[in-house]
């Protein structure tokens, strides 16, 4: 979206205080929307501080920066340098550098290297505020244990995934989309709508712990 700058100096940097955690923006360049605070409370509320949040979408930290406050540990990745670089200082601004490790990939290789590695055992929790496409990230998780030795111990993690839709049944739209993406027959999700964002299209959140057949799934040879 194109924004314009009506009075004052000439730039779109600000400060943001959102629940008491403040976000250095620069709007030109990096996500932000503020009517999604109160979804950010719910979804944060459901963390303990067992968790270890994956943030695949991470933007400048209006979820895992919060988090960091309550879990254990936060990964935190976004593809947008200029997002990296807000997330960053803005880990500093709330003093909470030390238990977020931030991440500058595409989704789907930050979601390939963290359950390859020896972090994925830990991962209770997933993020994933994308709601144009995100969706199409969840075959990452096809497989992702498949090379494990069977006496390993394994977290699946609850994921969070956030989409739109514009059927007249959101709900079952959306669980469809997310059942073909994983190649499953059913997946018990909890489903809510955070808000309409146009006339006839809602904003939706579904909730699901991965699905063990998908985590152990046999990858087809070109993924
Ligand atoms: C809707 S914003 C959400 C940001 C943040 N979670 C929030 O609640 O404000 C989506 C973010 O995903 C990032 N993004 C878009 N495509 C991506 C991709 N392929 N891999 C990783 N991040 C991506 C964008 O740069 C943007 O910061």
Request: aromatic residues 12%.
């Amino acid at each position: 979206m194109q924004l314009e700058v009506l009075a004052g100096n000439n730039s779109l940097v600000t400060m943001l205080v959102e629940n008491g955690f403040r976000f250095n923006v620069d709007l030109a360049t990096v996500y932000w929307n503020s009517k999604l605070a109160t979804e950010r409370q719910r979804l944060l509320s459901g963390f303990n501080f067992k968790d270890v949040v994956c943030d695949v979408f991470a933007g400048v930290g209006p979820i895992c920066i919060p988090a960091a406050k309550i879990v254990k540990r936060v990964y935190a990745n976004d593809l947008n340098p200029y997002a990296v670089d807000y997330l960053e200082r803005n880990s500093v601004l709330n003093k909470l550098e030390k238990k977020i490790e931030v991440f500058n990939m595409d989704g789907r290789r930050f979601i390939d290297a963290m359950f390859a590695s020896q972090k994925a055992h830990k991962i209770t929790q997933v993020v994933m505020n994308l709601p144009n496409d995100a969706t199409e990230f969840l075959d990452a998780f096809r497989g992702i244990y498949r090379d494990r030795p069977e006496d390993a111990k394994f977290t699946f993690p609850k994921i969070h995934l956030y989409g739109f839709s514009k059927a007249r049944d959101p709900e079952f739209d959306f669980h469809e989309r997310i059942r073909i993406a994983l190649a499953e027959v059913a997946v018990n999700v909890e489903m809510r709508r955070v808000r309409l964002v146009a006339p006839g299209k809602w904003m939706l959140c579904a909730s699901f712990v991965l699905p063990e057949s998908v985590a152990f799934a046999r990858r087809s040879p070109n993924m």
